[in-house]
């Protein structure tokens, strides 16, 4: 666990040369992608790696160089300050702060807003997120950015700097002091280093900001740096670009070699696996939003690929459905990266957005932008970490939604391998993914709300008390503090969360068991369930702490959404009461508001009747594990107290990965049963 962490600190790492895999921010897609999405996987797929001697020595290395290059050399890059004609936000600041972790981002007024370590192509390439902050008037094409750059290039030999601003207004410029006409555009310099200087004003819509040294780019042709460069960085500072980007990617490398020898996936499983990950990967590319995301329909072919028993686990799952779907998510994203998103003002995901800003750039770690939580607690911290790794752009909540839904995938299959059989197990995965994605809700993926992110946090905790087979109290321990993050993330999902001790039942106990106590209670596992109980109380209590520091009332509901939402009214008639709290069910259940049957919504609605009629032990349905059930019927009993609004399928989400697992052990004991029992045709195979 602990070399785990220490790998991804390494490959996140700002380093003070600018390359390839240099960091944070992951500006780049190719980096995004490999350190955003690859090197988490490979964690998962391949934990055993870390602990070898190899991958010890990569990492280490790989953190001595950044630290080396922290102590010895000066941060390359120029130094971009942007400041508005009147403050974006409440703090009064007209310097702004940018998602930066190499510029000055928690200094009141920065001497850096941003490091500029490669050409700005066009408005949304700016590092400037901080006009999310103000209102639609004074947006681009509307905003007006003044911008200064300030830092030193150490030319290789003579030559000419061309620094051209698209869409701006040149103030001033200088190189070594001197003054350079503001008309001009560029400037003869002799080999060896020089300080460069540009004052700027940016207006309308059509910015770029592209340098050049002899018609190169700049950044990759010369050395920057934010400061004079010292003999170590003219000697070295270059050359520590690729060592640090080569250490990098030897360790990403290895940790895939590794992964594919651990597993030893068949010929078959891999042109599976790549054949998959090139398909969506260019549909995601090409028309994600439109018909692309039906490529999530292919992953059900992975059921029909030949599968010896040494690979039915769950890593070999996850490699043939995560991956493919994990290719999806980055092909939609290769043109977003480190690329600015504009929020719609007013919208949930731009409240978020102002109140990490609120949190990481102003200090407010606990109030985290409200005294009492209006909007859901948990994201807005989510979001502003994705940032710190991310930057200005937005891809880290796309790569953070991905991971989640995968998560919900890989609780269907564990559920479903274990009820049923392997193939079962990866087509409820599918289905699952495919509910999510080509289904009603599949708009929200991306999109920076809570709910996608607390569904991931509560199959975690669940994941890990299903597979908990030696009782272990670290599994509890860290289940229950995923179970707490799900709650702060989403506070509706109480009732869900407390279902959650249901698996603590052996997944044998049947719904219909629950009707005879004896059959079951002495194989409860009480203590997993007192510890998951606890847990959420401690969490309560500490948000009502929370609560009454900022306004002297110990509530959990105070100042929250509850009481304007909820379903059941002060003086409402009983027949106006349960219209709203069927109207309130039917929401979660359609995926739709107001409620309306939508056929993409099937698995949806399959998945609760049967979990409803397994605990009325109706014939065909009553062997459902019971801890499915409970924890089925469970995802819908917030709707009875509070009715969501808004951004339609949002409330439906958690309830996809169990009503498809519900569904899978109900239908697959039948089917395997009906095709033994027929008479030409041999029993049925477990897989």
């Excluded at 120029?78 to 508005?84: E, L, Q, S």
């Excluded at 006409?181 to 280093?193: E, H, L």
């Excluded at 009332?553 to 105070?558: A, D, E, G, I, L």
């Amino acid at each position: 666990m602990i070399w785990g962490v220490l790998a991804l600190a390494a490959l996140l790492w700002p380093a003070r040369p600018i390359g390839p895999l240099d960091g944070i921010p992951l500006d780049r897609w190719s980096e995004a992608i490999l350190v955003g999405v690859a090197a988490p996987a490979l964690w998962w797929l391949d934990p055993a790696f870390v602990r070898g001697t190899r991958a010890r020595a990569l990492v280490v290395a790989l953190l001595a160089v950044k630290l080396i290059s922290m102590a010895a050399l000066t941060q390359q890059g120029w130094c971009a300050r942007f400041v508005t004609p009147v403050p974006v936000n409440a703090d009064g600041r007209d310097v702004q702060l940018v998602w930066d972790a190499r510029a000055d981002w928690r200094d009141a007024v920065p001497r850096c807003s941003a490091i500029v370590a490669h050409p700005y192509g066009d408005l949304r390439s700016f590092p400037v997120w901080f006009l999310n902050l103000v209102g639609p008037a004074r947006r681009p094409p509307d905003a007006v950015v003044a911008m200064t750059i300030d830092g030193y290039l150490n030319a290789p030999d003579a030559g000419v700097l061309n620094f051209p601003v698209t869409g701006g207004r040149t103030i001033a410029a200088a190189i070594d002091e001197r003054p350079i006409d503001p008309t001009r555009d560029a400037v003869a310099a002799a080999a060896g280093p020089h300080r460069f200087q540009l004052s700027t004003v940016l207006s309308g819509g059509a910015w770029r900001f592209a340098p050049t040294w002899n018609d190169r780019d700049v950044f990759a042709s010369t050395l920057t740096t934010t400061g004079p460069p010292r003999l170590a960085d003219r000697w070295f500072g270059r050359a520590m670009r690729w060592v640090v980007a080569l250490l990098a990617a030897l360790l990403i490398a290895s940790w895939t070699a590794s992964a594919i020898a651990a597993l030893r996936p068949t010929r078959a499983q891999i042109a599976w696996v790549a054949a998959a990950s090139a398909v969506c990967l260019a549909a995601g590319y090409f028309r994600l939003h439109t018909a692309g995301r039906l490529s999530v329909l292919l992953l059900f072919g992975a059921a029909a690929v030949p599968i010896p028993d040494r690979l039915r686990h769950a890593r070999s799952a996850f490699l043939m459905i995560a991956v493919p779907w994990l290719a999806i998510v980055a092909g939609s994203t290769i043109a977003e990266a480190g690329r600015v998103t504009f929020y719609t003002p007013g919208d949930d995901f731009t409240q978020f957005q102002r109140f990490a800003y609120r949190i990481y750039m102003q200090g407010y770690w606990l109030e985290g932008g409200q005294w009492t939580f209006w909007n859901q607690p948990l994201y807005r911290w989510i979001a502003g970490l994705l940032h710190i790794v991310f930057g200005d752009a937005s891809v880290g909540e796309w790569y953070l939604d991905a991971a989640c839904l995968a998560i919900g995938a890989m609780f269907a299959f564990v559920v479903c391998h274990r009820a049923a059989s392997f193939r079962w197990g990866v087509a409820a995965s599918a289905l699952t993914l495919a509910t999510l994605v080509a289904g009603p809700s599949w708009w929200i993926i991306g999109r920076g709300l809570s709910e996608i992110a607390a569904c991931g946090f509560a199959y975690a905790a669940v994941l890990l008390l299903i597979t908990d087979d030696r009782g272990g109290i670290s599994r509890v321990a860290l289940a229950s503090a995923l179970v707490v993050l799900a709650l702060y993330t989403r506070l509706n999902h109480l009732p869900w969360l407390l279902a959650s001790t249901a698996f603590c039942l052996p997944s044998d106990v049947r719904a219909s068991d629950l009707w005879r106590p004896r059959a079951w209670m002495g194989a409860f596992r009480v203590r997993r369930a007192a510890v998951i109980v606890a847990a959420l109380a401690l969490a309560l209590a500490g948000f009502a702490w929370r609560t009454w520091y900022y306004t002297g009332v110990f509530s959990v509901f105070y100042g929250t959404t509850r009481q304007m939402l909820a379903t059941i009214q002060p003086g409402d008639s009983f027949s106006s009461s349960a219209l709203k709290v069927i109207q309130s069910v039917l929401v979660v259940v359609t995926a739709q508001d107001p409620p309306a049957f939508d056929i993409r919504a099937v698995p949806i609605i399959a998945g609760v009747t049967i979990s409803v009629l397994a605990l009325l032990r109706v014939p065909g349905c009553r062997d459902v594990p019971a801890s499915i059930a409970v924890f089925c019927v469970a995802a819908i009993a917030g709707a009875f107290v509070a009715r969501g609004e808004a951004y339609v399928g949002r409330f439906s989400i958690h309830v996809i990965p169990v009503a498809v697992a519900a569904i899978v052990c109900a239908v697959a004991p039948r089917v395997r049963a009906r095709a033994a029992g027929r008479p030409t045709c041999s029993p049925a195979s477990p897989t």
